[in-house]
Nanobody, 113 residues
Framework: QVQLMESGGDLVQTGGSLRLSCAAS????????MAWYRRAPGKQRVMVAS???????YYLNSVEGRFTISKDNAVNTLYLQMDNLKPEDTGIYYC???????WGQGTQVTVSS
């Protein structure tokens, strides 16, 4: 059974940084593609970043150049480094496993102006 546990969300000011973590279990993490999604207040959940098992990455246009997705296969953890945060980055961030369609519980990121 795949389990995903996010952490690292917080309240930060515009221009600040955060690093989100997602601890994964129940899968062969090293060969798994992974993704981060965001649900902004009043909006649908959207994918902000993804990474293939070979390390290829994809970013939502609005976060390109500010966010970095990465995996540490040694500790089965997915990361999302978020720099130069903006108020529109506010939302609940979810870790997602596309192979099993499993989701974490989410972690809240709030960026104040």
């Amino acid at each position: 059974q795949v389990q995903l546990m996010e952490s690292g969300g917080d309240l930060v000011q515009t221009g600040g940084s955060l690093r989100l973590s997602c601890a994964a279990s129940g899968m062969v993490f090293s060969t798994n593609p992974m993704a981060w999604y965001r649900r902004a207040p009043g909006k649908q959940r959207v994918m902000v970043a993804s990474i293939t098992f070979t390390g290829q990455t994809y970013y939502l246009n609005s976060v390109e150049g500010r966010f970095t997705i990465s995996k540490d296969n040694a500790v089965n953890t997915l990361y999302l480094q978020m720099d130069n945060l903006k108020p529109e980055d506010t939302g609940i961030y979810y870790c997602m496993d596309p192979k099993s369609n499993s989701w974490g519980q989410g972690t809240q990121v709030t960026v104040s102006s």
